[in-house]
């Protein structure tokens, strides 16, 4: 009998890599096959809430792949929302990856030829949910919603640079079949993503943090999306303290954090090191100002990488 | 403006390269798209033979990328039944890569998100015709009997084992819509490929011939498609002394030919070199003979290297 198709995300699950896979999964299932969605660590606040308003169990742990006694007892496996070998599932290798549903750039090798789909999207929910639609199959409203929510919170609700009009005709789409309001739903979910209440400040620094090397400058970039900036700016010292501590534990030049206001749209960067004050200066802060409110930025990969590389090289 | 796409299959360009190409474009200049089919190499017989069917042009041959003047004005590229960067056009660096269409196995990196489709089906063709179904885009007669030619030479009328339901299925749908017989049709198609009458001996060989490592020998193995291996095989003597010709020239140590007729469904390998009785040996041929047929065999890729790797290493 041929194993069970697992089909996961990356580590450091987001939401899309959940939602993706449980409805990858699902698919799967109606047209036969015999899968189940896996994570690959711990869910965040906002997959859980919306886990939780569907309805839908949190997928397993699975954390490696062991080795097979035999090549023909390889474990199959599909990827959604990922393809790098640094983001997978440790020990791949012992697997055999017979799909990939991604929306990344490409840094993949294979053997044997297999099922690749990657478009340049907003989320890989929008993928699955046209593979969906090719198949002529409609979502249960509770796949559906999965689906949406990944969007909405790959596209920060449509905001972000990254979002095309795929994005968003697939969103309304599965908006209908969810049986919610994009409007008031996403902002709840991102909501509840947000609060930190009651969490460990450096947990959710932590939480979304890549380290980025600017010719022989490495800083560290963190993201929190949020939906009260200012309430969190009252607590400023602590943040800042949090990210020196980052800095030194990581022997990184310098730590830099964009708190992303989905209500404001715009991203206060705070950041610590030796480089702080150019990269003030070089996102007009004010002299002095340990930090700057960027409206409309929300993008870390094509807003604020872009320009850091600017300032810093 | 905007620069035309171009959309292109592989060097030294096979049926479904052309005809995929020809296809695709066709579909996104109907989706709206500015595109254009180019080759990168001179046509075979079989593929002449098809564009002469359906009265369909030669594509224009390009053979290299010019640099641009800025990154803006890079020429946009699709990719068609190929991505590795050895089978590609010279230069596919000062391009910008937007899709790739493909069935093979995948050695492709890029640093942007793009649109990459591959499945592991027998041909090109048939994912290009889905992707016009996905579209709810019917092929014209002409587009449909391009990708249909193209699915029954890269699966040898569905009796290579590369092929699937799904080549089947979708041949099966663009048959009726091409107004062809895929068994007569795709039969004087073959044989008008396999003809080499006044054609170089050693240009058929070199066709489509490979270059395959096993441990440290190195061998060319080449695959020409018949339908009268029988009536070639009354001039083995100079075959063989094309292949010596060839193995000296490239200075490899020995060099196969898979004479596959298409009537016989089998094939008669042919070799020289200092292996080639090891290599007759491991195939059960006559001690003595240079040559053996093996009924069944239509595939290089999954029935002859394997073979070879087990005898040579």
Do not use: W
Not at 180 to 195: F, P, R
Not at 199 to 223: H, M, N, P, W, Y
């Amino acid at each position: 009998m041929k194993n069970t198709i697992l089909i996961m995300g990356h580590k450091s699950p987001d939401t899309d890599s959940i939602c993706a896979a449980i409805a990858y999964a699902e698919l799967k299932k109606t047209l036969g096959f015999d899968a189940k969605p896996v994570r690959l660590g711990k869910l965040n606040r906002e997959t859980k809430y919306i886990l939780g308003y569907f309805k839908i169990e949190e997928p397993e742990l699975v954390t490696k792949i062991i080795e097979p006694q035999s090549e023909d007892m390889k474990q199959d496996i599909i990827l959604v929302d990922h393809n790098e070998k640094t983001q997978t599932i440790d020990e791949a290798d012992n697997a055999n990856i017979i799909e990939v549903i991604d929306h990344h750039r490409i840094v993949f090798n294979t053997a044997n030829p297999l099922y690749y789909r990657a478009e340049p999207v907003g989320s890989t929910s929008t993928i699955v949910a046209k593979i969906y639609k090719e198949n002529g199959i409609t979502p249960t409203k509770e796949m559906a919603g999965l689906m949406l929510s990944a969007i909405l919170s790959d596209t920060v609700i449509f905001k972000s640079p990254t979002c095309t009009e795929e994005d968003i005709n697939i969103a309304k789409e599965l908006e209908k079949i969810a049986e919610v309001s994009i409007e008031t739903y996403g902002k709840d979910m991102i909501i509840a993503g947000a609060s930190i209440e009651g969490e460990d400040l450096a947990d959710v620094v932590k939480t979304d943090i890549k380290l980025f090397e600017f010719g022989t400058k490495r800083l560290l970039v963190s993201q929190v999306t949020t939906a009260g900036v200012n309430k969190l700016l009252e607590t400023k010292n602590q943040i800042i303290e949090v990210l020196e501590k980052i800095m030194k534990e990581e022997n990184v030049d310098g730590v830099v954090l964009m708190l992303t206001d989905i209500v404001l749209e715009g991203s206060e960067l705070l950041s610590v090191g030796k480089y702080a004050s150019l990269i003030g200066v070089g996102f007009n802060a004010k002299v002095g100002a340990d930090s700057v409110f960027l409206p409309g930025v929300l993008s870390r990969k094509k807003q604020i990488i872009p320009k850091l590389t600017e300032i810093l090289i």
